[in-house]
């Protein structure tokens, strides 16, 4: 399918123009190596293990300023031999060593004058190794100079480098190579030269040959459309082969994207500090759980990349990303997105399938139930929604069958209600089809209906909040508007759900977690999981119930994951609030957190073993006359006992961050990060810089 818009060139700055000195940098780009082994949440592109850390390390202002010092006292210590200032007793070896002979009264002789010159170089050479030892030059060197050198001469610019044959180099496909397809190889290195292909081209084109190699398409069908379209080949149905603009630093070549830097903190362990970290769908699989207040930086600093990184590889054919956020959050514009359901504005081109796309009654019962009352499930009898399920699914049922469709709102709120005239107009409708196991299950709601613990009411009740003039033209069932339902998962879609927050807070809650709800049940009953699906939940506020936490567990193991962020541990029942933290892999504790959210994260994180140091400085007290006076001295120089000083090392067991700590010690526009990959590899909580 033909492009849109002109492709983005990946080396240029997110969201410039588009222009033909930015093209070639497609070939930088693939060239520049990705580190293998990194620990899980590491921006790899171009990443370079640290060296094994060394405790003797001098700090590096330390260092610099100890050379400088010592460079100039060097240099004050030789002008003063030179000018004289000291006498000529630094010369008296030379003439003792030397003939008198050399050194006449009118000039030095040659061999003199030699002499000289040798004799003042061994000087300058052994105040240069003094005042190098005190300033630790070669440390300097070695730390701050040499790589400089090697910067400027042993490492020419990635895209004039030359590359050892086709075998190594990427730009040349040579996965494409080995399996024969030569001339789709020569098409697509000749367009990346060209500046024809971008970064989405390349991970589509790609995810494509990967299908093929599955066994999930040919090898000569993939060559004839290489050979037709190019970089265009195997595009995204949109037509779509970028985004209009990027705010944050992708690499679609490892599926990352950059949101912050590891600070260069003690807290953080000696290998991630400052180092670039990064989220991809490896460690999104294991779901992530973002807390802090407003203006912590949750959707501008990690929500609004994560959406447009995961839209990228979306065009890419890789993922299908859900976004569910309140209108005007900043997910992304119109145009970044399939399909757009605006709940409750009259300019949505799409609807919102209240029953999930499913047939079964008792499935849209149950996804219903948990919408409606999930949050009150706990205080309900039974302690969970099972009865307002089965009360919805005695409902569903009859009217599908009756009908050939599920109730819209004011029918099943009028059901729901127990009105007379809708519940004979169902009833004699079955009776016309002749559903009679239908007839009985309507029956049985009928003489449950007012019954002590039933949920009846209280189901009417909260359906009575969709049932507004706002929403009179959404949930339709008839099918006179397009429905969005999350079935179309097994696609590579993007979708943005705009929830109506202003004046219909309860509404937009129940709403967030019918989406929630749905996205957990349609993510694990896919067919094909080769796709990774996402759900990505700007204000996750009053949507966490246990049965949504079940949910959320099992789409580590369906290739799919979520992404929640919360004001704060409080809008989550407290029953709830550990097993959350323990259902998520990723978590993030963001600047501003309260001490009882910093509790609950320092409990998660635990403990480790450090090596601590205790100083303690005991008076010297002498009986020696000569030392008694000496210390005197001292003592009324200083102003202080002299003393000596006794070091204990011992190892103890220590949080990682403790609730103090991430209360009052994380800067703004920070954020403390944990991440698990869905292979079970941890890493530790880093304090990050989201700005960076």
């Not at 501008?300 to 890789?318: D, K, M, N, T």
Request: aromatic fraction near 6%.
């Amino acid at each position: 399918m033909p492009p849109t818009a002109p492709p983005i060139a990946p080396g240029a700055v997110p969201g410039a123009a588009h222009g033909p000195a930015a093209r070639p940098s497609l070939v930088a780009w693939l060239r520049v190596p990705r580190a293998a082994t990194a620990a899980p949440g590491v921006w790899t592109y171009g990443h370079k293990p640290k060296p094994p850390e060394e405790p003797d390390r001098i700090p590096g202002r330390r260092l610099l300023s100890g050379a400088l010092i010592s460079a100039l006292c060097g240099w004050l210590v030789w002008s003063l031999l030179w000018n004289g200032y000291l006498g000529g007793y630094w010369l008296w070896p030379m003439y003792l060593l030397t003939p008198d002979a050399w050194y006449e009264r009118g000039g030095n002789t040659e061999a003199g004058w030699w002499a000289q010159r040798i004799y003042i170089g061994i000087v300058l050479a052994f105040l240069a190794a003094i005042f190098s030892r005190v300033g630790h030059w070669g440390e300097a060197w070695r730390r701050y100079v040499g790589p400089l050198f090697r910067r400027a001469w042993d490492e020419p610019d990635a895209e004039a480098a030359p590359v050892a044959g086709a075998e190594g180099d990427p730009v040349e496909w040579p996965q494409l190579r080995v399996a024969g397809a030569h001339s789709a190889a020569d098409r697509l290195a000749a367009e990346a030269r060209a500046g024809a292909m971008n970064d989405v081209d390349h991970a589509r084109i790609d995810r494509a040959w990967q299908s093929v190699r599955a066994g999930r398409g040919s090898l000569a069908a993939f060559t004839d459309t290489v050979l037709r379209h190019g970089a265009a080949s195997h595009g995204h149905p949109s037509g779509a082969r970028d985004l209009p603009i990027r705010t944050a630093q992708h690499d679609l070549l490892a599926h990352q994207v950059r949101i912050g830097t590891a600070a260069d903190d003690l807290r953080n362990p000696y290998q991630h500090r400052g180092v670039g970290l990064a989220l991809d769908p490896d460690v999104l699989g294991t779901s992530l759980l973002a807390v802090g207040p407003p203006g912590s930086g949750k959707t501008g600093r990690l929500v609004r990349p994560v959406v447009e990184s995961l839209c990228l590889q979306a065009l890419a054919g890789q993922v299908a990303v859900v976004a569910v956020g309140a209108a005007g959050a900043g997910l992304g514009g119109d145009e970044a997105f399939d399909v757009v359901v605006k709940i409750g504005r009259p300019d949505s081109a799409y609807d919102f399938d209240l029953y999930g796309g499913t047939t079964d009654p008792d499935e849209a019962a149950g996804i219903l139930a948990e919408a409606l009352i999930g949050d009150l499930a706990a205080s309900l009898p039974g302690g969970d929604s099972r009865r307002a399920a089965t009360a919805l699914a005695q409902l569903l049922g009859p009217y599908r069958a009756a009908h050939g469709r599920f109730p819209s709102v004011p029918e099943l709120r009028e059901l729901l209600d127990g009105s007379k005239t809708a519940v004979g107009a169902l009833r004699e409708a079955l009776e016309a089809a002749g559903e009679r196991a239908q007839a009985r299950e309507l029956e049985a709601r009928v003489r449950q209906s007012g019954s002590p613990g039933d949920a009846g009411a209280l189901l009417a009740d909260r359906i009575a909040l969709l049932d507004r003039p706002a929403f009179a033209d959404f949930f339709d069932t008839t099918g006179n508007r397009r429905p969005f339902s999350l079935r179309a998962l097994e696609h590579p879609l993007r979708v943005r759900i705009d929830l109506p927050e202003r004046g219909h807070a309860e509404a937009s809650r129940m709403l967030a977690r019918l989406v929630l709800a749905q996205f957990t049940e349609c993510a694990v009953g896919r067919a094909d999981r080769s796709l990774f699906a996402c759900l990505v939940l700007d204000d996750a506020s009053h949507t966490v119930t246990p049965e949504a936490l079940r949910g959320i567990q099992r789409l580590r193991s369906a290739h799919a994951g979520a992404v929640l962020t919360l004001r704060t541990l409080d809008d989550v029942p407290e029953a709830l609030r550990s097993a959350l933290l323990g259902a998520v892999g990723c978590r993030m504790a963001c600047a501003g957190v309260t001490t009882w959210d910093g509790a609950r994260f320092a409990e998660v994180w635990g403990t480790e073993w450090v090596e601590t140091r205790d100083v303690t400085d005991r008076q010297i007290v002498s009986d020696e006359p000569f030392t008694k006076v000496l210390h005197f001295i001292r003592k009324v120089v200083t102003g202080k006992a002299v003393t000596t000083q006794s070091v204990t090392v011992r190892k103890v067991e220590r949080e990682r961050w403790s609730a103090s700590e991430l209360a009052h010690s994380v800067p703004a526009g920070h954020a403390v990060l944990s991440v698990t990959s869905v292979r079970g590899e941890g890493g530790p909580p880093v304090l990050v810089d989201l700005r960076g």
